[in-house]
């Protein structure tokens, strides 16, 4: 299942333009097709990682976290989530032009894609907004982005 979500998630960048997809490991937390939607919303969301800067990103990975890990309540809360994927987005420490500008050389970028009651994704730090051409939120606060298509991911079962 794993590897299924995976290479869906690389055909539909192959067709965006992007040649390696992130590689997202559901690891049978969240429905397949909830995860891949989400994905598609976030990306849809934040073309600039997976086409205007692909060049500059080094690597796009992410997992699924579950709040019964305990992991950054304050999200659970803020708005009702019970899971969400956590995208790890590595700069280049080499990058040029726009993404040099914003700071992001050499930086690791975390984006955290949930459901629930308000879905959407935090950027965490103002970097990570910027290079989604995100206004970042004051006093460098994680940055929260509704997006509609990731209402569904919640746990399996859940």
């Known amino acids: ?23 997202v490991d ?18 849809a969301a934040c073309p600039n990682i997976f086409k205007d800067f692909r060049g500059d990103i080094e690597s796009v990975v992410g997992h699924v976290n579950t ?26 420490d080499r990058a040029l032009g726009t993404v040099a500008e914003i700071g992001a050389k050499g930086h690791t970028l975390r984006y955290f894609i949930g ?24 006093g460098g606060a994680d940055l929260f982005v509704l997006l509609p298509g990731a209402a569904a991911l919640r746990p399996v079962g859940g």
């Open 26 to 43: 559901l690891g049978g937390k969240v429905a397949k097709e909830a995860g891949e939607q989400a994905m598609q919303a976030f990306i």
């Open 67 to 92: 709040f019964s890990q305990g992991d950054a309540i304050y999200r659970h809360e803020e708005t009702g989530r019970l899971a969400e994927i956590e995208l790890v987005v590595k700069v280049h």
């Open 1 to 23: 299942m794993k590897r299924v979500s995976a290479l869906v998630l690389a055909a539909f960048l192959t067709a965006c333009g992007e040649a390696e997809g992130p590689k």
């Open 115 to 138: 459901g629930g009651r308000k879905p959407g994704v935090y950027a965490q730090g103002p970097i990570a907004a910027r290079i989604c051409g995100w206004q970042p939120a004051l």
